[in-house]
């Protein structure tokens, strides 16, 4: 009898509750993003740091691209989450697709900032070239990710029916 108690080492008082959670490939890969979107804050935090005293024609404008962008992230994500808790799921889904709009606007201010930008390039380094690292990385990643989204819709689409 006692040996039918016993399932995957526990005796009859244990449940599965004290068994450690394995650690999944999501919950892995979350945190590695997590991680690399703190790294990229940090590096954005440096630049605007290391660039204060530089000037150029448009490096106000980077600036507060590099600080709104800074305050997009994750003060935006800890309001969003503290509206969650204190008030309702609604309002603040809300504020995160207003965010959300708020971010994309910026992310095109921003290109336009970079592109119209004469000598920031040569006299504001350390402002220019994160900022337009960061655009060129966002437009690309928004464009191959809806261009997958089409290619997968065009596929579904012309596939065979199954009987």
């Known amino acids: 009898m006692e040996r039918e108690s016993k399932v995957k080492g526990q ?39 290391a660039g204060w005293p530089l000037t150029c024609d448009a490096s106000w404008y980077l600036k507060a691209w590099l600080i709104v962008g800074l ?11 503290w509206l969650g808790i204190m008030q309702s ?13 708020l971010a994309f ?3 095109a201010a921003g290109s336009v900032w970079c592109w119209e930008s004469e000598d920031c390039m040569d006299r ?5 070239w994160p900022v337009f690292s960061i655009t060129v990385f966002v437009w690309s990643a928004i464009i191959t990710t809806l261009s997958c989204l089409v290619l997968t819709t065009v596929l579904t689409v012309m596939a065979p029916k199954q009987a």
């Open 71 to 81: 305050l997009l992230s994750w003060p935006a994500s800890g309001l969003v989450a």
């Open 105 to 107: 606007a910026w992310l």
């Open 11 to 49: 005796s009859c008082g244990e449940s599965d509750e004290q068994e450690k959670p394995q650690s999944t490939r999501g919950s892995r890969m979350v945190a590695r993003t997590i991680t690399t979107l703190t790294l990229a804050d940090l590096f954005a935090f440096y630049a605007l740091l």
């Open 124 to 128: 504001a380094p350390v402002l220019f």
């Open 89 to 101: 799921f609604r309002r603040a889904f809300m504020l995160e697709l207003g965010l959300l709009t």
